[in-house]
């Protein structure tokens, strides 16, 4: 199981308290770190569009050291190398799956831009982008990671 993970409007609400400098809060970091140490078979891929303003071992300062280990990387950039110009960020989720030959992995993203989603829509957790990860969004998580392995 891969989570896709995005930043703004999911970790933190999205606002002017979000600053891709690195001196945004992460408020919502330990309580999605909770949740992933109860599924330990989760990995976890950045899709947020951080990945294009920050180097790689920035991305990953926020993260409690042992799921920054089960973090793989991030994302391609939309039309960068890829096979066909991806539009979206699901398409950069599924050339992240191609290019890493796990296109039979299961897979969910937590996101807030529920518009960067066309086809996987049923693949994908909508935060509200001033609210952020929640209760609600939670219970959504953890349904995915508890689908049984096929
Ligand atoms: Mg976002």
Avoid: N
């Avoid at 909508?126 to 349904?143: H, P, W």
């Amino acid at each position: 199981m891969i989570l896709f993970l995005d930043f703004d409007g999911v970790l933190h609400p999205e606002g002017d308290a979000s600053h891709p400098d690195g001196s945004t809060d992460f408020c919502f970091l330990p309580r999605l770190e909770v949740l992933l140490r109860e599924f330990p078979h989760v990995r976890i891929v950045i899709s947020s569009s951080w990945r294009e303003k920050l180097a790689y071992k920035t991305l990953l300062k926020p993260f409690s050291e042992d799921i920054r280990a089960r973090i793989l990387g991030a994302t391609p950039h939309s039309g960068f190398g890829l096979p066909h110009p991806f539009a979206h960020r699901e398409g950069e989720i599924i050339a992240w799956l191609q290019l890493h030959d796990a296109v039979s992995e299961q897979w969910v993203a937590l996101d807030d831009a529920e518009w960067q989603f066309d086809d996987y829509k049923d693949h994908l957790v909508v935060c509200g982008s001033f609210v952020g990860f929640d209760d609600e969004t939670e219970a959504a998580l953890r349904a995915h990671f508890e689908r049984p392995v096929p």
